[in-house]
């Protein structure tokens, strides 16, 4: 039997963003009293049982895995539907006494827990004080004047706001995917790209032309990356088309991960090949400014 004992991150870390972080921060402040800090996951989202539709990913398992891994922070999962109908008495004794040997436990402000969400801060509170178990309340973390959430974060997202929802993330917002080949027109322009598609179930963001990085082999590259039809050309499907600036290799067939910084123009087409080619140098000297005074925290 597990006679680890924890200290536990309750939410839903559906984009890890800086509230989720305020969560994790406080699970690893335990870690001086000698408690492992873990945070307890959804193998998935909620709202899929019960209602039948997840919201859109902002975070890919594997790069949300990553973060976790980078914190120090152990990652214990549970299927929603095994524990959606216990009283919130249940899921403490079951789930995070039995199951986990919560130590401490560390949530937000507005954390609900229990069938049908009955259970709030204060019976956590009290459950806790009951089972001598420690609780950390992390202040809601604010932008703008309103709570950080997934939510929000889609919607910056999906209007091109990315510094809003880089801002929100604490980190930039990516996505990592496998290379795959296309038709090779960009080596014909001299600007070669590499091709990516969206997983299902992962938020696209809109249509338009982003400076952006690629993270490859431990090294961090200013691109440029075009979401969308590509106009120019015809028969085109949805796509993230990226353009490393600086980098000469062939990836086709590595998962490579794209980060995007801010939204430089919507897609447009091109009478011909030298006005793209001027408007791609353009594109790409507009990154590089970005991309050099960009922050830290990637993924």
């Known amino acids: 039997m597990d006679k680890t004992a924890r200290a536990v991150a309750l939410g839903s870390f559906d984009g890890m963003h800086k509230g989720h972080k305020a969560v994790i921060a406080c699970a690893l402040s335990y870690k001086e009293r000698g408690l492992v800090p873990c945070a307890l996951l959804f193998t998935s989202h909620p709202l899929l049982s019960l209602t039948g539709k997840a919201p859109q990913e902002i975070l890919q398992p594997s790069l949300r895995d990553r973060l976790l891994e980078n914190m120090g922070v152990e990652e214990k999962f549970t299927e929603f539907e095994n524990i959606k109908n216990m009283t919130p008495r249940e899921f403490?004794?079951?789930?995070?006494?039995?199951?986990?040997?919560?130590?401490?436990?560390?949530?937000?402000?507005?954390?609900?827990?229990?069938?049908?969400?009955?259970?709030?801060?204060?019976?956590?509170?009290?459950?806790?004080?009951?089972?001598?178990?420690?609780?950390?309340?992390?202040?809601?973390?604010?932008?703008?004047?309103?709570?950080?959430?997934?939510?929000?974060?889609?919607?910056?997202?999906?209007?091109?706001?990315?510094?809003?929802?880089n801002d929100m993330l604490g980190r930039p917002f990516g996505y990592e995917a496998i290379v795959k080949h296309g038709h090779r027109r960009g080596h014909l322009i001299g600007a070669p790209t590499i091709n990516q598609y969206f997983d299902g179930g992962f938020i696209v963001p809109k249509n338009g032309v982003y400076a952006s990085s690629v993270i490859y082999g431990g090294t961090e590259y200013a691109g440029v990356t075009n979401i969308g039809l590509r106009p120019s050309f015809e028969n085109e499907d949805l796509r993230s088309e990226t353009c490393i600036l600086g980098f000469y290799g062939d990836l086709y067939g590595e998962n490579v991960q794209v980060n995007l910084f801010e939204y430089l123009r919507p897609e447009k087409p091109f009478p011909d090949i030298e006005s793209l080619k001027t408007q791609i140098a353009l594109d790409a000297e507009k990154s590089r400014k970005i991309f050099a005074k960009r922050g830290d925290g990637n993924v």
């Open 92 to 165: 403490f004794t079951q789930i995070l006494i039995d199951s986990l040997g919560a130590g401490a436990l560390c949530c937000g402000e507005d954390y609900r827990f229990g069938k049908g969400g009955t259970g709030d801060v204060n019976t956590l509170k009290d459950l806790c004080g009951e089972y001598g178990v420690a609780l950390t309340v992390a202040p809601t973390v604010m932008y703008q004047g309103q709570p950080v959430s997934s939510t929000r974060i889609r919607a910056a997202v999906m209007q091109g706001d990315i510094p809003a929802a």
